[in-house]
């Protein structure tokens, strides 16, 4: 089977999160969509507009749909917003590597995220509170542009609070009228936490600029590099390790991503 | 391997045999310049060096469909294109067939192996020219390959005076010669082969071969990069001929209910290869994106696949329109450091 | 010869030297002898790498354009450079005043390709005057006439020296008229041989755009072949007429017939033979003398209010 062509899906839901992201739920018209791991991406496309790479931010449970957020960006992101329930698209993957869950198994868990980035972190999160038992403290620390930002509220603010051992915080960069939480970038507010970085993997995914200000507190925080693991995003073409688009240095991030550690990080060339 | 003689006069009868099953390719002079063309009966202009075009066109088309789609937006069929028919191309050189097999390091990997790419190379038959004369800008010996090279061909015919040794590389190279027994000769040459595994190749000198991608690494952020920069028009024209570049892209076009998604040839000379929604571009300059070209071929490739990804065909050399060519930019970094 | 070179290196890095040119663009040696690269000295030390011989066949002008960012520039011009100039600049995209135009006659410019197939090798030196080309490796003197080894666009060649020039290296040359005879003679083929021709020429564009690339008529800042849209390089033989004539099109009018496309083509297609048919249509049309000169009348690049036709040609 030629791994470019997509399965033909029907999207059965979208949920508006934010003015810029809605969430798709996607069902493969034909066979299951083949079981997936916490951090891996799929190739969603319209036809006759194209393919765009995106986490798969559902868990993986049998004959469940799938779940994506998609964030209006350029051409296919944008179509994808005018879908309509019932419409047609085409879906192909598990694609890329994935958090590397059971290597933290009895730890405490520092989930950071920003924007757009929770989509991957979402799928993460899920997956080691349905293993509650297996992991100590599980704190996630969010932050969006304004509270109109914010994805998945639902969870963000109902359900992963009230998980025993779990904490959330949530910040904004700038606030509006109604706004009572804390207001600030999320690399300052992180610091000002003071997570405990003892026996703690920390999991860090947003934009470029967050990202890499994050892993610079991470640091500061004492958290050595093989315990923090962030999603790299580079162009994507072919999803397959064919088309050459996202290599960075000698690594595909669309099969040897997008996760890496940040120790793995700084030995690849700084083209990302 | 089974080796066999062909006497020079009935190497028209060879190809014809070969031309029974499939279609044949091979190098035709056109408008005063050399391209791998179907040869329909013309008669293949075997020169020193290699054609314009590569085996990629064969192989990787330029664009091909990946699929056609039909419908609307609640419901579309798609319909994935015939399987390619058996081809052979007469008079590759060794780098090109090597070349070959470098990209099927890249193309064929599991567990996404590339169908059409798989599909193709499997339809085709490689029959490769030794060569007892190098072009003006070829350097495989210093990329590690030989004028003698076997990898990626099917059969080798080795040149010599008055016949052509022929060695089987593959199973489906035997079923070659025994299809063309009538005209060979169970006899040897090993002096064909020797010969052309000694031919001297020009511009082996300006490569070293020696720690290329430690070298280049090293050299990575000099500013000579920018000077090549300021040259280099950013046409890919070095890319789209080069027998290792594979990269591609994806792209759909519609004519009302029906469409397609086809891929085609793309090239990290090209301004926005890498430009991601919302404008960030992780080669956002024309120097980093020959960088990138340059260590892809010589030091990131061979640290995963143990090989180059150039195999000294000299096609760049020829094509550049500002000579911005693989074994010149070496020797020129070789200068700078110096 | 060398007294060229020896000029052309002190006024380079007197330009440099000065402080307020930060490029001169010439040439230098490449790793083969015959196919010398651009080059962008950027201080005084460096103008010693620079030559002139009549191996330098790729056309200076467009470099200007990336160039001018980093400030004024100074550059070698030939009859072919000075005309690419003059449409670079009547195009608005590049100030006369910034910069300083080191002009030289030409005699014409030696194909590397058609020289080694000649002689067998690359050739490592060459000399060129109005009747031949001589071709020297080693010991090896070869003497060929023009046609057979000098690039296309040198063959056809009327503006030997460029019209504007700030410095001289040696006299110019007078200026000649062009015959447009290789058009003509395509022009009187029937229209099934000429479809014949193009088709063999256009179905092996690679649509790598390095014509448009060193066109100094194609400077748009965007182009419309990088949309997205667009993307889609389709090499079917419908798709290829529809690029090459979109191109040829799109430097109607402003084709400086400086050969450019044609000499970067890697896939040798003569493109400058569609360029003077536009040349030629234009001159027989409006009855300009020499179409491919950019001057103040340019029938197809301007707009009149009281033009007959509209734009689009539908509607008065
Ligand atoms: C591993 C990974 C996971 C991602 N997960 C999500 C997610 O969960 N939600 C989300 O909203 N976005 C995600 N993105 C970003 C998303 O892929 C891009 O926003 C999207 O591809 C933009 O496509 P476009 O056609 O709208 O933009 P255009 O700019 O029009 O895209 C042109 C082409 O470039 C490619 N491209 C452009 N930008 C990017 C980019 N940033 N990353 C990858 N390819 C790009 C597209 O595939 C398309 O083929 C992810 C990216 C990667 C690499
Ligand atoms: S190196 Fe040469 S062929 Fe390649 S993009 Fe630059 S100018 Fe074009
Ligand atoms: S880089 Fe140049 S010499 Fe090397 S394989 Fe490609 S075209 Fe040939
Ligand atoms: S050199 Fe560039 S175009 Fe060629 S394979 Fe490498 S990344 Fe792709
Ligand atoms: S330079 Fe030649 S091959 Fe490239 S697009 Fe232009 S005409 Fe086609
Ligand atoms: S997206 Fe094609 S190689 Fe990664």
Redesign the interface.
Known sequence: MNPLVPQVATILAIREDTPDVRTFTVRPDGEDFPPYRPGQCAMLSLFGVGEAMISITSTWAPETALEFSVKRAGRVTSALHQAEPGHKVGVRGPYGNSFPVDQWVGHDLLFVGGGIGLAPLRSVINHCLGRRAEFGRVDIVYGARSPRDLCFRQELFESWPKVPGASVQVTVDAADAEWEGPVALVPPFLEQLKPDAAGTFAVTCGPPVMIRYTLQALTRLGFPDDRVFTTLELKMQCGVGKCGRCSIGPKYVCIDGPVFSAAELKSLPAEY | MTMNLLPSERLAEFRECLAAGARLYGPVE????V?FEELGGRPPAIRPGNP??SLKSFLC???EA??D?E?G??????R?PAAPTAQAIFGVRPCDAVALERVSR??L?EP?????YRQRREMTTILTMACREAG??CFCRSVGVSPADGRGSDVVLYPADGHYLLEAVTARGLSVLQSAGAFLDPARDEAARATCQSTPVP?IG?VEREDLAARLEAV?LHPHWD?LA??C?????CT??CPTC?????????RGAR?R????????Q?????????G?D??PTKA?RIR?RFL?KLS??P??QGEYACVGCGRC???C?????L??VL??LEEVLR | MTDRQAALRDIAAGLLGGGQFATFIGFRAGLDPSRPVPHFVRDASGAGALVINPFCGAGLARHVLEALEDGPVGILTRGCDGLGLERLIADGRVARERLHIVAVACRGAVDPARARAILGRIPERAEVDAQAVTLIAGEERRSVPRDSCLLSRCLNCVDPSPRLADSWLDEPLPAGVRDFKAVSHMEQQPPEARYAFWARQFRRCIRCYACRNVCPACSCRSCSLDDPELQERATSLADQFGFQFTRAYHVAGRCVACGECQRACPMSIPLSLLNEKFLKDIRDSFGIADPHRPSAVEPLACYRPDDPESWRGDAR
Request: overall charge negative; aromatic content about 12%.
């Open positions: 056109v408008d005063g310049i391209l314009a075009n088309p330029q664009t990946v699929f789609f419908g937006y609640t419901d579309v069929a798609l994935v890249v193309l990997a996404f192996a590339d169908e059409s003006p800008h511009l300006a990575a000077e300021r040259r028009l950013g046409c890919g024209a789209f001929l594979y990269c591609f892209a994806l792209f759909d076009t519609v469409g998604r086809s891929r085609g040839w793309d090239s990290c090209f301004k926005d290869y890498s430009l991601m929604a919302g960030h992780p080669l980093s990138r892809h990131r490739f640290a995963v050399g020829g094509t329109p500002v000579g911005l060519h074994a010149g020797s020129e």
